[in-house]
């Protein structure tokens, strides 16, 4: 059983479209955290919510705490934007952190 | 301010030794997270160490353990390694950490392990 289910799994865009990730989770949450990792394996974290909408650039991300569900929206997306961007959430109990299986975004120029 | 460091970057070990792997966290965060990431499994939680204590843990079996020391750098160690702990460990620090995660983690460049 996934407590963090992410869709799509791979999602290939032209650059300057706009790009949406979604992420549905089962348990009751904390926070949610949006990250992103490049080929090689570093890991950057995007966005941390526990409520409404976070805007850092071109990246947008949105919470439903109601619905249980999140969303990562790139604006104008450029080949850099290229990478596994992972939805993870920190349950309000126990002592887990549980992780989708990412979404992999190719933007071709 | 540096980030995260993690040592050594890339590993290779044979069934049944023990490795130790380093993770240094950013100056002034106290919270150490470690994860492994697999293709199969995707990034799981391993556990979690603050002012030298454990303080949460994930689903490992008990031959993954760690430590941390008085200057928040942590050590985590596998012992009688078998052929799926090949993967890439990742740590990550924050000032507090908690239960609750409700800060933002800072990753260091993760340990790919090889297991022949």
Known sequence: KNEVEQSPQNLTAQEGEFITINCSYSVGISALHWLQQHP???IVSLFMLSSGKKKHGRLIATINIQEKHSSLHITASHPRDSAVYICAVSPNTGNQFYFG????LTVIP | ??????TPRYLIKTRGQQVTLSCSPIS???SVSWYQQTPGQGLQFLFEYFSETQRNKG???????????SNSRSEMNVSTLELGDSALYLCASSLRGGPTYQETQYF???TRLLVL
């Open chain 2, 108 to 110: 260091g460049p993760g």
């Open chain 1, 40 to 42: 090689g394996g570093g």
């Open chain 2, 1 to 6: 301010k540096a980030g995260v460091t993690q």
């Open chain 2, 28 to 30: 002034g965060h106290r």
């Open chain 2, 59 to 69: 689903n490992f079996p008990g031959r993954f353990s760690g430590r941390q020391f």
């Open chain 1, 101 to 104: 299986t990412g979404t992999s």
